[in-house]
């Protein structure tokens, strides 16, 4: 890309952000006149530009640009405009002042050339310029009010023009001057609101893209429709009308910049975007309501119905007198009824949207409450009727295949969803079970079929972690441990790693409890404790089948630690998880299990211990300097201290108003060597291999999280409350 193309895709992603703020700030002002001027410069080919802002009676300059061609290549003329410009941006005139005050008063534009009639004042002009003014638009910043004017004087001489500005150019300004005027209007005023249609129009000029108003002019491939699904489609903002070739289709979106969305929804339906046009934030939800007959603008089931009018009418059914309701207590308290189905349909289908990677289903005293887990944090969704408890248990338990009448013991099982629903929803959940004093509560984590494994690069390891980690999977042999609690993106980190070194002459097999992603290349068995299949009889087969690889989901009791112990020091490399806080205690961990730690010190290469922090949303966070016990904690660890960020408490739309926007990985990567082998041979204890590890490179992972800290990915709070700081320091 060059370099020109790259500040302009640069200046839009920014505009972009600027305008998708729900409090814009005053200081955000500047940004949209430099970069609305950058944009009127390109498009009219301006040698000069004036942006002026009403204050109060004053008219301010606000930005003022000079094409190099007025000096061409001499020096002191060069000098002699920029100085022109810094006297200009500190001076004040009074509202009523020439040829600008006349505009902001009247609101009219104004088109000046250089004809006979007009001499006098191009001649004047040119006299207060510096520069030979033949031809002058000035046309006002006008809202609700007038905020100000923008002035372009003399058109760039090229093949085929004159320097003159012409009437297509005078509607050109006219145009960005009203889109402008409500953006800029927004940010002084936070009471006004453009409309969502002058934000469309205003956002397909910025990005040059096609735009779109009336629904004739959208003839949608409703197959296409059904096969990318409502879920899709409302999670990433991106409405796909027809295919423009087997495997791309076109596309209208509110904010086409947002290249994050685009890409995941490329990945989720295996298909890439070619045409891209913009609409409005109500037509988009015209659409939706016209092709997918949603009301309410919520999760909709096959035959049209949200999760909103589910909820609405099983609440009415309890507070309704006898008979009034159209749902009975019968169809309630019936796992098979279709409410009931419905209501389950659509709390899996809204947190699959939502991004959430857990469902919890808990019954309270007097409420079902259910809460979904978003980037790391359970965040309460609904609260039912506590009489729908049973039956919405019962109809999970009936999805994955668990027994119904056991309500005193807990329960394990999956739901491949896919068979419940004809959308586009690719998932499997791993269904908890439990008995609890109100009843039984129901967790369930999503598999996200459709999702690929990540990069190694986009998994948050430090420079220096990384290129150690990428040594570490690479070796011939030995024994690779990741820990953390459940949640904590163990797994993912474990099948990057295996993306990484998945090559045709490598034989690598895996023992999942469940199969979270499935790998092309690589062999993959699921675990099934009802039959006997276990991580100790998989690896025991696995040993006779000539591997190079073996990946156990999970180290969980002594036989499944000592056999895995074995394959380490027999030739394999064996990649494997365990539940421990820090690395340096998952040998301790081992050593509990009954392994020797002579067995430990020789078979292991590598543990690392992470954790995911909540990421600061980048269209929102706040910058600060650190006072007081933060600079301490930040020079304790990483010793420096200096501008680092807090989550914005209102947030934005990006972010949907929380502050943070995604997670980010930290680690703790404890290499085996020399020292760290006599220690575990002489069982030492686990602070005393802290050190040594330290000693030996160990960023621990209260390090990295502060880290993460300074390189602005997240905050301080948020590293603190998933990391206590290190004792030992």
Known sequence: MA??????TLRRSLLIKVISKPVPSREDVAAVIELTSSKVVEALQAQSLTFYIVEGNDILFKQIYYSPTLWAGAPEKEKQFKETAAKLLSVKLPIDTGIVGKVIKT???IFFKDRESQVPFMSSMTATTGFAVNSMLTVPLRTTITLGAIQVLNKEITQGSDGCFT???LDVLKEVAEYAAAIIHRMVDPKFVPNAEDSARFIARLTDLPLITKMEQIDADETLLQVVGDAVIRREGVFPYKRTSTNSVAVVMINPLDHGKRDAFSVTTDTSIEDVSVV????????????????????????????????????????APNGASVISSADLESEDSAPIIQLTNRIIEDAYISGASDIHVEPMEKDLIIRYRIDGLCQEKLRLPKQVANSLVTRLKI??????????????????FKKYTKKNIDIDLRVATGPMNHGEKVVMRIL?????????????????NLAKYRDCIRQPYGMILHCGPTGSGKSMTLYSALGEVNTPDVNIQTAEDPIEYTLAGINQMQMSRQIGLTFERALRCYLRMDPDIIL????????TAQIAVEAALTGHLLVS???????????????EMGVEPFNISASLVCVCAQRLLRRACKNCKIPYEPKEREEAILQKALGWSGQIFKANPQGCPTCNGNGYKGRVGIHELMINGEELVEGINKEVEVAQLKRIAMKNGMKTLHQDSMLKVKMGLTTIEDALSNVPPDLIL
């Open 3 to 8: 370099s020109s193309q790259l500040a302009n």
């Open 107 to 109: 609101g009219q534009p």
């Open 167 to 169: 009437e297509r150019d």
């Open 280 to 319: 409005s934030a109500t037509f988009f939800e015209a659409l939706l309501k016209k092709y997918f007959k949603d009301t309410k603008g919520g999760v909709v089931s096959d035959d049209g119905v949200g999760m909103d009018s589910v909820v609405d009418a099983i609440s009415s059914a309890y507070n």
């Open 399 to 416: 999805m994955c295949n668990l027994d119904i009448s056991e309500r005193r013991l807990p329960q394990d099982g999956r739901i491949v």
């Open 448 to 464: 996200d079929k459709t999702k690929s494994t990540l990069p190694l690069t986009a998994l948050g390891f430090s420079d220096e």
């Open 552 to 559: 156990v989901g999970e180290i969980r009791d002594k036989e």
């Open 577 to 591: 998880t365990l539940h421990t806080n820090d690395a340096p205690s998952t040998i301790s961990r081992i050593g």
